[in-house]
């Protein structure tokens, strides 16, 4: 049997569709997908000035998209949770608590990540300004 890839095709590129509408919606809703977003663009913005290398991108890279997954997912599970169980439940809560977890366990990530990319830059930068 022979699929059809024109369908095929099509299905594909309406999967980066759906998909970038589900990033914009929890950006839209979610104020914490804005200001994880917001302080993505400082960083990158940081690391562009600093000129760090490709490493440190990496590394600082890695961390914005483990945080912005984290939250993207934490958006679908609440979202879930509160259309299967709208009233309060111990288990429904104990869902959401650990996906805001996972959250903020990403986000600690980050911020180490980020004090560990940028230390010795800002620390040079700030001994020429002394000097």
């Not at 095929?8 to 914009?24: D, E, T």
């Not at 990496?58 to 679908?76: K, S, Y």
Request: proline share 4%; hydrophobic share 60%; charged share 15%.
């Amino acid at each position: 049997m022979v699929k059809n890839t024109a369908v095929g095709r099509k299905k594909f590129w309406h999967s980066f569709r759906f998909a970038a509408q589900g990033i914009a919606a929890a950006f839209k809703s979610e104020l914490n997908m804005k200001v994880h977003c917001g302080l993505a663009v400082i960083v990158i913005i940081a690391a562009a000035v600093f000129r760090l290398p490709p490493g440190s991108w990496m590394l600082l890279l890695l961390a914005i998209t483990l945080v912005l997954a984290a939250e993207l997912l934490n958006t679908a599970i609440e979202a879930t949770i509160d259309l299967v169980s709208p009233e309060i439940h111990p288990l429904a809560k104990k869902a959401k608590d650990t996906a805001a977890g996972a959250v903020l366990l990403s986000a600690v990530f980050a911020v180490i990540t980020g004090i560990y990319v940028f230390y010795h830059p800002v620390i040079d930068w700030i001994a020429v300004l002394m000097s």
